[in-house]
């Protein structure tokens, strides 16, 4: 996976209706985005799928344990699946989405 380039993303969805939609699991994928080791899980694995080792050192996670648990996180809110017994990705459905709420965050917090 690429992510040099621009990023074009159409969605239409009725803005009242935005308002009704599961909030549960929005917040679910927001708590768990919200935690710095786990977004910094999620952008290492933007960049392409990473073993839990590799993920341990781009994170500077101290225990394995750690990690894993971060991991369940992020999987229950359906952001990282396991590809093999050692190995993590983010489906590619879900890039776009993920780049797009991290713009979103950013642009909330005035960092644009």
């Known amino acids: 996976m690429s992510l040099s380039g621009t990023v074009s ?11 009704g939609l599961d909030g549960l699991a929005i917040a679910g994928v927001l708590d768990a985005l919200g935690n710095p080791a786990r977004l910094a899980i999620v952008r290492t694995l933007l960049r392409g799928p990473a073993t839990a080792g590799e993920l341990q050192e781009a994170t500077a ?12 996180t992020l999987s229950a809110a359906h952001i990282v ?27 909330v917090a005035e960092q644009l």
């Open 9 to 19: 993303w159409t969605i239409e969805y009725d803005a009242a209706a935005t308002l």
């Open 61 to 72: 996670l101290s225990s394995p344990g750690r990690l894993y648990h971060h991991l369940r």
């Open 81 to 107: 699946e396991q590809q093999s017994r050692n190995r993590y990705h983010i489906p590619p459905a879900k890039v776009v989405p993920l780049l797009v709420l991290s713009l979103a965050a950013a642009d």
